[in-house]
């Protein structure tokens, strides 16, 4: 019975709950775990992380290596964390240059 629970109750949680732990989704997005992400990773993968809009890869590869290593994804994640509500629901370009 409570195997059931469970499993009803992982079933009623949203996906992108999954992957709420930002850095716990670095594994995710770095699917062949060579610990950094690829464009090619980033492009075939940005889905799963369920953000409206996603950083673009341009923005988060800083060192312009062709690879987001953990720490810029961290620093990913504060810029899209950072990201206004109001910007989020605009469709139009006027929010910051920042973001």
Known sequence: MRKVLIA???ALIPASAALADW??????IDTDGN????RKEW??????????PAPTFTAMDVD??????EEE?????KMAKAFP????AS???WCPKGY
């Open 85 to 88: 509500v109001s910007c989020k």
């Open 35 to 38: 610990g950094r992400i690829s």
């Open 64 to 69: 312009v290596n062709n690879g987001v290593d």
């Open 73 to 77: 994804w961290a620093k990913a994640e």
């Open 8 to 10: 009803a109750v992982a």
């Open 43 to 52: 492009d075939a993968n940005q889905h799963k992380l369920k953000l409206d």
């Open 23 to 28: 850095a716990g989704s670095f594994a995710e």
């Open 91 to 93: 469709g139009e370009s």
